[in-house]
């Protein structure tokens, strides 16, 4: 909140308050039927309206300056941020050697390795067991397997 709003809010508001007093002592004027009176009383009176009217114009201009200055500072912090990604990512590539990609590992394999590697046959695949499941109880131990001949369905109402 900027000064302009600030002094806008606070001037408006008074002289509103202030209009009060100048428009009861109307009302009674008129009840009065004392017509200088009543005119004397409606020209205070407009006079804290326009008053008030001055200080919403200056509460306007107050809310545009910063509603500008809050998109200058986010503008600000976008290009900033743009800027510290582009400066991220430059060091990043600086970082990384030009024919492997990112984000990868090197593995080198020692020659007494490619020689043990040539001398394995690799190994078949097992052929699946078949047998039965196996059930395990919470503590790790098997469970013997209950056998249904049938399955149960039970309702309740």
Do not use: H
């Amino acid at each position: 909140m900027n000064v302009q709003m600030m002094e806008g809010l606070l001037g408006a508001s008074s002289n509103i308050k202030l209009s009060g007093t100048p428009m009861s002592v109307y009302r009674q004027a008129s009840a009065e039927g004392d017509t200088e009176k009543m005119k004397r009383a409606l020209g205070y009176t407009g006079e804290c309206t326009e008053k008030a009217v001055k200080y919403q114009e200056k509460l306007d201009k107050g809310m545009k300056a910063e509603a500008e200055a809050e998109k200058e500072k986010a503008k600000l912090e976008q290009e900033a941020a743009i800027e510290k990604r582009r400066e991220e990512r430059k060091r990043a590539e600086e970082g990384t050697e030009s024919g492997r990609p990112q984000g990868t590992d090197l593995v080198q394999i020692s020659e007494a390795a490619k020689a043990a590697l040539k001398n394995n046959k690799p190994v078949e695949a097992a052929e699946p067991i078949d047998s039965e499941p196996v059930t395990y109880t919470p503590a790790g131990e098997i469970a013997a397997a209950t056998v249904e001949s049938e399955p149960t369905v039970s309702f309740t109402v």
